[in-house]
């Protein structure tokens, strides 16, 4: 792959880069996520105020206006054309009972926000405590088991927005 890549601003300006010619950019860091630029002897005051780097998106700020500003290189262009997408999170919105066995604890509610890996309940099984854990981030929509229920492999345990 080569090393250029395009840069779009606001969804409307699109600058084609390589490495060339960003290497002649002169940038300074002053503090993280801020840099003084001079481009053709003009100062330039920046800040990165978000960043996504799976996406490659980024807020930067030049001398007060804020910009959205997208990179891509050849390989994240190509992929777009084929439908896919780098850095997409799982779209999981039902978890599932892995096995048959009793609701032994249940460490969430409704509406509540959830992380990757939190421990959402306690499945216990063949006398085995079976944490179930969040498989993505997100809000609960809705729980439609309490303590004491018994449960079938595949039954319904919880609903993610």
Known sequence: MSSDFKVKVNETFEFDF?????SKL??????RNKFHIL??????ITEIIYSNFYKKKYTVKVNNN??????????????QEMGFEVGVSKVIKQLKAPMPGL???INVEVGQTVLENDNLLILTAMKMENSLL??????????VINVGDSVIKGDLLIEFE
Do not use: M, W
């Not at 002169?26 to 503090?31: G, I, M, Q, T, Y």
């Open 39 to 44: 481009q053709n002897n003009l100062p330039f």
């Open 134 to 143: 969040s498989p993505r981030d997100g809000v609960i929509k809705s729980i």
């Open 18 to 22: 390589n490495t060339e010619n960003t």
């Open 66 to 79: 804020i910009y959205q500003v997208a990179i891509s290189n050849p390989l994240d262009i190509l992929l």
């Open 103 to 105: 609701i032994l604890e």
């Open 26 to 31: 002169d940038a300074v860091s002053v503090e």
